[in-house]
Nanobody
Framework: QVQLVESGGRLVQAGGSLRLSCVAS????????VGWFRQAPGKEREFVAG??????YYADSVKGRFTISRDNAKNTVYLQMNSLKPADTAFYYC????????????????WGKGTQVSVSS
């Protein structure tokens, strides 16, 4: 059984930085794509960033501010978030499933429970 656990979310001021972590068990991350998604109250869950063995993708809204990376030895994927804005406030989830990065939530079979990121103005 694949389990994903996110951590690192908290309240931060606009312009600040956070690093989210996603630790997996039951599956070797290196063979599969991992995506970060977020969901704000009243909005649909949206793709933020994804990483596979060969490619990295970002949503336009976070390009240049967020960086996704992975440590295969630790079976962990990170999301470094800089220059945070109030619009980044959301629950952040990591997910895995496909071999390549997909932006559609339906493509991912396994999800963590998420971590809250709140950005104050």
């Amino acid at each position: 059984q694949v389990q994903l656990v996110e951590s690192g979310g908290r309240l931060v001021q606009a312009g600040g930085s956070l690093r989210l972590s996603c630790v997996a068990s039951g599956r070797t991350f290196s063979s599969y794509a991992v995506g970060w998604f977020r969901q704000a109250p009243g909005k649909e869950r949206e793709f933020v960033a994804g990483i596979s063995w060969s490619a990295i993708y970002y949503a336009d809204s976070v390009k240049g501010r967020f960086t996704i990376s992975r440590d295969n030895a630790k079976n962990t994927v990170y999301l470094q978030m800089n220059s945070l804005k109030p619009a980044d406030t959301a629950f952040y989830y990591c997910a895995t499933g496909p071999r390549v990065v997909r932006t559609n939530v339906r493509e991912y079979a396994y999800w963590g429970k998420g971590t809250q990121v709140s950005v104050s103005s």
